[in-house]
């Protein structure tokens, strides 16, 4: 095992003085259960989850100045989720070098998103006890910078959500959409939304869709609140 976690090593190019502490992060709970192990990867996830999760905070922090603690955790844990984890963990083959019980290995488990994402994480708690921090928060922001600046740049904060915080920071009532006009042919619609605040039109949106035409008008809401 430990020369699969050395070859894990040379493949995604990181140093490691304990080569025993990669092996247990690859070490699935199923492999230990039927060999009578105490040690697996479980540990070593929980601790990477952290260190993962104040890498991409620090980042966030420093790399977006002027965005609030609410976007800053919104995007975070949009990064910091199995999807975008099991993305990272098939960039490395991490598959390829999981220890896994014969059950996991026979059901496809080297390939399920669950597996992989909790194999990086305690990859990520192994590097940090290994070499500490700073070169733990090098190896992540290699990988994953990009995804982490490509969510902050997409849609994981959209109008309408944006537009019902502010209201909702000073009232507890919400804003209502309604879609005031329909045209176009059958195969070819076109859809003017209108969002009101206490039965107060506040802005209107066109889009090709309902759901487009009122993202629209709560983009108008804002920028109406912002001036």
Known sequence: MSDSATGFAKTIQIRISDVNLLVTALTHPSYAQEQGMVENNQRLEFLGDAVLNLVVARYLYIAFPNQPEGVLTKIRAKVVCERYLAKFARALNTGDYLILGRGEENSGGRNRNSILA?????????????????????FVLKHMQKDIDAVADGDFYDFKSRLQELVQSTSRENVTYEILKESGPAHDR??????????????????????????????????????
């Open 190 to 227: 076109t859809f003017v939304a209108g969002v009101s605040f206490q039965s107060r039109l506040l802005a209107t949106g066109v889009g090709k869709t309902k759901k487009e035409a009122e993202q629209k008008a709560a983009e108008e809401a804002l920028k109406e609140f912002s001036k």
């Open 118 to 138: 909790d194999a990086l994480e305690a990859v990520i708690g192994a590097l940090f006890l290994d070499q500490g921090l700073e070169y733990t928060e090098s």
